[in-house]
């Protein structure tokens, strides 16, 4: 059973406008949340995070906002560009688990020019 | 810094086959991962180390062995690779306390 579940498998949208990427979860007991972009034939890198004691976080183009009572996080670009076409994941981890990060599926975004 | 190092880039092994994926990482992070991703699952954790001398289980660990001699380098052991192997793996590394991993390229590998 999938713990970190992105349900949209692709999205596409126009250059200029507003992504959303959604992911949903369903250990209440993560409280920490990323976002990894992944271009092919690369490993993923790191985009932005957010821990479970915020509900915003904000880098340049990039916010992701956390809903804990919905087990809901969701990553807004804006504008989107071209550049941001790739596949995007979902992670989250517990304070005490390790190193283990739980993905979900990843939402291919195509920006259109 | 050359960040995390993989190889090969690719591999086509037979069944029952062995072989080594490698990995280093020149950044003296503490903390290693091996992960496997397969179309629609995302990455899953194969294994992990928190330190040379100290690896542990991940989600799917079976099929697989690490070993963790020294801070830099954290192998992947496929003893006799199965069809089921077939998947593009990533090695990661961070620093004890954070929470930002990172990835090398990957390795893809085909078992036949």
């Known amino acids: 059973d999938q713990q970190v579940k992105q349900n949209s498998p692709s999205l596409s949208v126009q250059e200029g406008r507003i992504s959303i990427l959604n992911c949903d979860y369903t250990?209440?007991?993560?409280?920490?949340f990323l976002w990894y972009k992944k271009y092919p034939a690369e490993g993923p890198t790191f985009l932005i995070s957010?821990?479970?004691?915020?509900d915003k976080n904000e880098d340049g183009r990039f916010t992701v906002f956390l809903n804990k009572s919905a087990k809901h996080l969701s990553l807004h670009i804006v504008p989107s560009q071209p550049g941001d076409s790739a596949v995007y994941f979902c992670?989250?981890?517990?304070?005490?688990?390790?190193?283990?990060?739980?993905f979900g599926g990843g939402t291919r975004l195509m920006v259109k020019p | 810094n050359a960040g995390v190092t993989q190889t090969p880039k690719f591999q086509v092994l037979k069944t029952g086959q062995s072989m080594t994926l490698q990995c280093a990482q020149d950044?003296?992070?503490?903390?290693m991962s091996w992960y496997r991703q397969d179309p629609g699952m995302g990455l899953r954790l194969i294994h992990y180390?928190?330190?040379?001398?100290?690896?542990d289980q991940g989600e799917v660990p079976n099929g697989y062995n690490v070993s963790r001699s020294t801070t830099e380098d954290f192998p992947l052991r496929l003893l006799s690779a199965a069809p089921s192997q077939t998947s593009v793996y990533f090695c990661?590394?961070?620093?004890?306390?954070?929470?930002?991993?990172?990835f090398g390229p990957g390795t893809r590998l085909t078992v036949t």
């Open positions: 250990n209440s007991m993560f409280d920490y």
């Open positions: 992670a989250a981890s517990e304070h005490n688990a390790g190193n283990m990060l739980t």
């Open positions: 950044m003296n992070h503490e903390y």
């Open positions: 180390s928190v330190g040379a001398g100290i690896t």
């Open positions: 990661a590394s961070r620093k004890a306390g954070g929470n930002e991993q990172y």
């Open positions: 957010i821990s479970s004691i915020k």
